[in-house]
């Protein structure tokens, strides 16, 4: 184990400085277990692609990216049991090699499983909900060292209160995924669908394809880009989005519109579901996002109305939007996944690392959206109150009490879960 003094290290984004005294690097299971019981608080640290402070702590950081990496299927299960550190890239690229798939991933895949998990991470699809959902076991180091494996024979309600857990129950060192057999995709991709379209046919476009994504600026070109990702095994899309106004895209696009190098392939070619599903290359290995994200999740109802209300907010978003994308999250069950007990609506907003201005346009965003009861990516920037959080999350209170059950003292408490839990 190694044990590096943190000096000025901040997330992907760059937009949190952490303030741990320490960060830790347990090479096992065992290791892990004695730093857990000899260390009174430490928060563990997943690939730092969140954009608040839900990693931070000013104590003392825990990361599993020098455990082994390991990958073991069970195909009469149909499960894979993977270390926690890896990332959906490593994971996605090992299953398959063997023949299996996810049956969904982010749009970034150089996440780390855990973390992604942790924070109800998604990516989009009427009938594909969070990654967390595909979790059916997982290992964690409680506060006392134990060690303990955690399923859906452990007791009401334990898997789906560990799904999204924030870090607040322990160190998971282990996940047992939910896995299908390969499958192959295609991306096509249109530019400009105008609004009345957008409205009139929401509902229809988002589930003509196994996974859908619209980008917009909220400004008047409407949808300037929509993403449609058909399996192959299934019936192609019925929409004719041309019909409906909008332009195929003759090359590569970026949802940014920046330089489309980074992006997985589109131009309707297929390809296995590991280089299709996510929006960006696994070969491409990003050194710092300098962005700022914001997401909500709303009732899938709510979409359209939602839509036309941010529409007003276009000049502020102008010069501070890199993009923003509308996707759909089928329900969940995890406790604390943001489209939980609901089919819902993902409005993500990338920004521009400026955060005195991202924090004045989510005050705005939040406004807006508040008739639509959002609920707050967990891993992103929100304006959202402790008290608010409750109301989103039906089950928070009983999450909070979880935790302090299974953590009396506050081991692995930090200032975000302080402030969320209570």
């Known amino acids: 184990m190694t044990d590096v003094i943190a000096e000025q290290r901040t997330n992907w984004a760059g937009n949190v400085t952490y303030r741990a005294s320490a960060l830790l690097r347990p090479t096992s299971v065992g290791e892990v277990q004695d730093l857990v019981t000899s260390t009174p608080r430490l ?3 997943g690939s730092t692609h969140s954009f608040n402070e839900v990693a931070d702590t000013d ?9 082994p990496p390991s990958l073991e299927i069970d195909t009469a299960r149909q499960t894979v049991r993977v270390a926690a550190g890896m990332t959906h890239a490593q994971v996605a690229a090992g299953l398959e090699a063997r023949g299996w798939a996810l049956g969904n991933l982010a749009s970034l895949p150089h996440i780390s499983t855990a973390g992604a998990v942790a924070t109800g991470t998604h990516g989009s699809g009427v009938r594909n909900p969070s990654l967390a959902q595909a979790v059916v076991g997982l290992d964690v180091v409680r506060a006392s060292g134990e060690l303990e494996h955690v399923s859906a024979s452990s007791g009401a309600g334990s898997l789906d209160a560990h799904r999204v857990a924030l870090g607040a129950l322990g160190v998971v060192t282990a996940l047992e995924l939910a896995i299908e057999p390969t499958f192959e995709v295609a991306t096509t991709v249109h530019l400009d669908l105008p609004w ?4 009139e046919h929401f509902d229809a476009v988002m589930a003509d394809a196994y996974s859908v994504s619209m980008f ?4 008047d070109r409407g949808a300037r880009q929509v993403w449609t990702k058909h399996r192959v095994d299934e019936p192609a899309p019925v929409f004719d989005l041309v019909e409906l ?5 003759t090359e590569a696009v970026h949802p940014g519109e920046n330089d489309a190098a980074s992006v997985t ?5 297929p390809g296995p579901w590991s280089e299709r599903l996510p929006h960006f290359r696994s070969t491409f290995s990003p050194s710092t996002g300098a962005e700022i994200q914001a997401e909500y999740l709303i009732p899938a109802a709510f979409a359209v109305p939602a839509l036309r209300a941010l529409r007003p907010l276009a000049d502020l978003f102008a010069p501070l939007l890199i993009a923003a994308e509308v996707r759909t999250v089928a329900a969940d069950t995890a406790w604390l996944a943001p489209s939980t007990g609901r089919q819902s609506v993902g409005l993500h907003f990338t920004f521009r690392r400026d955060a005195s201005a991202v924090a004045a346009a989510v005050l705005r965003i939040e406004e807006v959206l508040a008739p639509f009861d959002p609920r707050p990516h967990w891993g992103k920037v929100s304006a959202a109150s402790p008290a608010r959080l409750h109301e989103a999350y039906p089950q928070l209170a009983a999450f909070a009490e979880l935790a302090r059950s299974l953590d009396p003292e506050g081991r692995f408490r930090n200032g975000f879960l302080e402030r969320t839990l209570g």
Request: charged share 25%; no cysteine; proline share 0%.
């Open 43 to 45: 928060t563990a640290l």
């Open 59 to 67: 104590a003392v950081q825990l990361t599993l990216t020098e455990m």
């Open 196 to 199: 009345d379209a957008v409205e």
């Open 216 to 219: 917009t600026a909220f400004d």
């Open 245 to 249: 106004g909008a332009r195929r895209a």
């Open 265 to 269: 392939e589109q131009g309707g070619v």
